[in-house]
């Protein structure tokens, strides 16, 4: 029988915000844990991926900090919940959201790869809850944008997966500065690696719920082993990616997922990539193209295996077989979330046989290993109803800015070069300008003319970033960078011999490159 949120003790007006949004009755880790963490207890909560942990240290939080209203104080939040990713952060905070403003409370989410200027903004007009990332917490620590001296709430999800990603030692500086005596609230599928020593550092009598044992989630789905070779693999990706439903493949690089994003796109089946090369708008670009049906496929290396919760993935495909079975798990939990049913597959060519049959093994599973070919009735029923393939349309090509342009003394071929682009910058007609090794040079030495204080980089004309055309692209060392050094060796005779002629008119040697090295002039 279910037990709904109000009978355990759950304010009533969170309660509404869960049943306008669907959510009627608790999950068990839900149910298990919220006497004790509505109470103040310290909790350590141990439940597989997907069974709604996020509500469970979510509501406790909410509910306590609306129950002693205080002034909000800039730089000084009042709960931080903690995360690996940047995904599984933005997922907690859609959660934590709606829940935190029924109670009048401001959040505000922190995590690395985009400016900090708005978290900063954010922390100074004052919050009350912080869902951050560890490593970019931590460098606001540093700097004084956040103080945690007044913190009375702290979450600490997935500890297991940052005990994978190293994030420990950070971990335990960030609660290091945290006051003693407050809440703490620990979310982990498994105590190892560190985990069971941050639970005996920092939670005080703690009351441990463990729901289902680490391995039941992936007993949960119906799991298949595709053996095929590799000739055909290809095409095997592509037709377990033609269903209606969504479905999630996992690759190991990131240059592979955005490869085999836009392969099935141009196949007709609109795919996304999510990997760590994509900027944080990217990401949520395709996130969000996921999750609205856009694109049917996720393809994605271990980053998306932890924290991306998107409704309605029926299948998650093993392209290439993870490393290691807690990979395996995480991966595979991206479907059969909250009770409903998934399906897993992975393609194992024969040579893999042996590592994936170890994978499942340490897995705890018993899987069979099925040879197919692309019209098996086990591959038709995985990929169920096939969806209308979708005409491919590339991205728009970006439009160079006109006002970029070079003006026509800047070319490559001008007389002057790199001198004569400068002379242009500083307002000198063009017939004034300059090679490098003539009348500047000079005036360098004389100290007639302030050029050369100007930093190098301003210095450089048109062809200073330009490559070289011809067969002999090595860069001329540092001392021999002269009237030429940057010049494409396929430039006119004329360009070389009047910088040369220049600085032998001053009285100076020539610091060009050597005559021999450019396959324009062969030699002497």
């Known amino acids: 029988m279910s037990v709904t949120f109000s009978a355990l003790g ?49 509501l406790p939080l909410v509910a306590r900090l609306a129950d002693r209203p205080q002034r909000r104080k800039a730089r000084f939040p009042r709960a931080l919940i903690m995360a690996p990713t940047r995904e599984l952060a933005t997922q907690i905070a859609k959660t934590v959201e709606p829940l935190a403003k029924a109670a009048g409370l401001r959040t505000t989410v922190i995590y690395g790869g985009v400016a900090q200027s708005r978290q900063e903004k954010a922390m100074n007009e004052g919050v009350d809850i912080v869902i951050a990332c560890p490593g970019r917490l931590d460098d606001l620590i540093k700097q004084k944008i956040v103080d945690l001296s007044q913190l009375e709430i702290s979450v600490l999800d997935e500890a297991d997966h ?66 095929i070779g590799n000739d055909d693999k290809k095409d095997l990706i592509r037709v377990l990616a033609q269903g209606t439903a969504r479905r999630i ?54 980053v998306a295996a932890r924290g991306v919760h998107v409704d309605g993935v029926e299948l998650v495909v093993h392209i290439d077989p993870p490393a290691e079975h807690k990979a395996y798990t995480h991966r595979s939990g991206r479907t059969a979330r909250a009770g409903s049913d998934g399906t897993v597959v992975t393609i194992c060519t024969p040579d893999q046989q042996g590592d994936v049959a170890s ?17 098996s009735p086990v591959v038709a029923k995985v990929v169920g109803e096939v ?29 002057g070069g790199r001198g004569g682009g400068r002379n242009a910058r500083g307002g000198k007609p063009a017939g004034e300008a300059q090679g490098r090794g003539g009348d500047r040079r000079r005036s360098d030495r ?17 062809n ?21 050094a940057d010049r494409p060796t396929n430039s006119s005779r004329s360009a070389r011999s009047g910088g040369r002629n220049a600085a032998g008119a001053a009285g100076g040697r020539s610091r060009g490159p050597r005559r021999a090295s450019s396959p324009a002039t062969g030699g002497r």
């Open 10 to 58: 759950v304010p009533e007006y969170l309660a509404k915000v869960l049943a306008d949004s669907g959510i009627e009755s608790a999950f068990p880790i839900q149910e298990a844990t919220l006497p004790s963490t509505l109470a103040g207890g310290d909790v350590l909560g141990r439940g597989q991926t997907g069974s709604g942990k996020t509500l469970a240290f979510s």
């Open 162 to 227: 940052m005990a994978d990603m190293g994030f420990l030692p950070v971990v335990r500086r960030i609660m290091d500065r945290m006051p003693t005596g407050i809440q703490h609230m620990l979310f982990s599928a498994t105590l190892d690696n560190g985990v069971d020593k941050v639970v005996k550092r920092y939670l005080s009598h703690p009351t441990i719920h463990s729901v289902d044992a680490p391995e039941a989630a992936v007993n949960t789905m119906e799991h298949h082993v595709f053996v």
């Open 249 to 302: 493949m996992f690759m190991r690089t990131k240059h592979h997922a955005k490869k085999m994003a836009l392969t099935l796109s141009k196949a007709g089946i609109p795919a996304v990539d999510l990997h760590g090369n994509l900027s944080q708008n990217a990401r949520d670009r395709n996130l969000a193209a996921f999750a609205s049906g856009e694109a049917k496929v996720l393809v994605a290396t271990d």
């Open 359 to 375: 994978l499942l093994k340490q897995a705890g599973l018993k899987v069979p290993f099925e040879k197919v070919s692309l019209d």
């Open 387 to 415: 969806a209308e393939h979708v005409p491919y349309v590339a991205p728009a090509q970006q439009k160079r800015n006109p006002a970029k342009k070079k003006p026509a003394g800047e070319s490559s071929n001008a007389r």
């Open 446 to 462: 004389s100290g007639a003319s302030n050029q050369s204080e100007r930093p190098a980089r301003e210095s450089r004309g048109a």
């Open 464 to 484: 200073a970033e330009r490559p070289s055309r011809g067969a002999y692209t090595e860069r001329p060392s540092r001392g021999a960078r002269g009237a030429n």
